[in-house]
């Protein structure tokens, strides 16, 4: 048995100049090594005579029989004394990427700031066990180009048969002509690719490539991506069936600088003054993306989006707010609005939201827009769950035809699933999510929903209770448990609704949980209070007493009359700006 693997290794210290190739051996100075028994081998890896230092950064490439090559580190303490570069610690793989790619990384240093010209590695390798190794880097002489160096290749008793996986050491892509993204990849064995993706280190998201060309050491290949990429991960599989991945930057996307206006308020189409007959905004969602415009001198601008449940008291019961709504506009002035932009699924009549769709929050997750929302079945049980869009954008926008439940009150330790508490006992409390990325691990998002609070009975009380995505899918949510400091006990809240959590404007200060008060009295200013974390902690710790502060937003913000009645807060950052967004009853307000 054979099994081929990529060692990435980053030489971690300055590096003045550079080698244009690279010798390898033995210890003994030999390029094959003989042993019978169990040995600890050291390879060497040398600067050609001709330079002074080693590359910044390479790969070493291995083939070996079952036994793998079993690189170790030195004494890390020891390593780093030495004027030549030992490996002070190796990572395993840290992504389902790297699991698929068989890729560690070993840490190099050395004594003093200049960078060596000689480094080792440590392997312990069973008694006649078989491989052969190389290294292969950028040429650092150019490292624009795609001239890759190798060194010469060495192997331990007599080595095995087999061509080395391909392999990527640098990926770079332009995404700057609208829809259409072009990634370039230089490397090794790269004309044995089947198929290119670029992926989040996770495989939360991915986009297939359409290969253009490809040599030995570059490969072009292109998709159409209507939404700017986040830093991810390319991944190669050759014709063996073997796995190489490198990293590739964020899209860097330029837009018109976009002018917001202090304060408006944004109104149905169908709005009136008198009640009976007004159509109006509830929930909703505050988005901003960056859209392809079809135009190669300005490929991008900024659209602005809200999508509302839409209150319409033309009609009583079920069919008074059982749509959403989608409002579009380049700069909060200008609108227009989808009105049956999102329906229930009435064609499925035991559809987990075939009776309402509330509360819609959405995150740009890779490739793909998330609408998240409450979704009400038959029998009046609200859930979780989520459709998706490649282009959020104007009417045009097609939401996916799957619609995934992922979040029930069930699946926590604090919401109660029975319904105790409301007019109708046995349907389910459980809506409003929040979703936004987890600040505290990169590629998680967190979830933050209301539901009916388990530990007061059947009072129906309300509390807010967070959870995380599992790794690799938004299709399971792992329970975080309830913010203890959002329940009645401590907000005097019966029903808290519509949970916003955001860090205050520098930053990186305390974060806030926003709550809409939905039994607020009849003067309308105490419609919204916040709870505040004490700086330092993560979001996601529930400790009640980590969120020791709470304020009435409305005396918070000395008692401005136009927040009276604001409810369902959301807030957007555009550059610099910030916009906070609520609904009063007859509109949404903006203001920034």
Known sequence: MRRSCLLLAFVLMLVPQTSRAIQLHWSTG???????????????VKADTLEETLPSQWRVLWLADSTGVNFVPDDSVVACRLDFANVSSIDGPSTPADSAAHVITAHFCSEGTSASAIAFFLIDQPGGSKGRLKIIAIDPTDPDSARVIESNEVTYNGGVEGAYAPVILRAGSAHDTGAEIHVTAVGTGLSSADALTITAPDHLWSVPLTIAARTDSTLTAWAIVPAPLPAAVIELQGSSGAVSIGSLGADQITTADASMPDTILFRDPNWSPTFSTSVYPKDFAFFCDTVPTGNPQNPWRLLLHLVYIRHNNNYAGDAAESLLAHAWSTDLRNWHVDKRAFSPNYGSPTAWDQKHV?????????????????????????????????????SDTVWSASRTMCYSAGQTGWADPTGQGFGNPGQQQFRDPFVMPDPDNPGRYLMFVTGEDKKFGADGRMIIGGAQNVSGTLAQWTDKGAYRATDFTHTGITRDEAPLVMRDSSGTGAWRIFIGNGDYDSTGTNSTFFATESAGFSVADTTVGRWPGLDNLYPYLGSDNSLIGWEACEHLQIGVSHLFAAYDGTGIGITS
């Not at 030999?30 to 060497?44: G, V």
């Not at 997750?365 to 959020?392: H, K, P, R, S």
């Open 30 to 44: 030999a390029t094959d090594l003989s042993f019978a028994s169990a040995r600890r081998c050291s390879l060497i």
């Open 358 to 394: 509330w509360a819609p929050s959405i995150a740009h997750v890779g490739n793909l827009y998330y609408m998240f929302y409450t979704g009400v079945d038959a029998n009046g049980n609200q859930n979780i769950g989520y459709v998706t869009t490649a282009l959020l954008d104007t």
